[in-house]
């Protein structure tokens, strides 16, 4: 049974930084495509970074140049590094992974205060 197991979030100043972890366990799979998604109370899930299998990264226009994706294939984990955090970014994180079929995460609340 694949699992994906998130860590990292917080409560955080505006301003700060958080780095979102995310590991798989239980298949024998690498993580092929990644993505990181939130959802805001009230809102609807949204993606925030996504990394295609090929490597190839994009982001939401409210993120690009703060947030940063990544993933370690030794260890099969993925990253979310998240800088200069502003309140509009709280939420609850979520990553997706895909491994032979598409796996999700847990969810971890990032708070961000003023």
């Known amino acids: 049974q694949v699992q994906l197991v998130e860590s990292g979030g917080g409560l955080v100043q505006a301003g700060g930084s958080l780095r979102l972890s995310c590991a798989a366990s239980?298949?024998?799979?690498?993580?092929?495509?990644a993505g990181w998604y939130r959802q805001a109370p009230g809102k609807q899930r949204a993606v925030v970074a996504f990394m295609s299998s090929g490597g190839t990264t994009t982001y939401a226009d409210s993120v690009r140049g703060r947030f940063t994706i990544s993933k370690d294939n030794n260890k099969n984990t993925m990253y979310l590094q998240m800088n200069s955090l502003k309140p509009e970014d709280t939420a609850v994180y979520y990553c997706y992974a895909m491994m032979k079929g598409g796996y999700w995460g847990q969810g971890t609340q990032v708070t961000v205060s003023s």
């Open positions: 239980g298949g024998s799979f690498s993580i092929s495509a």
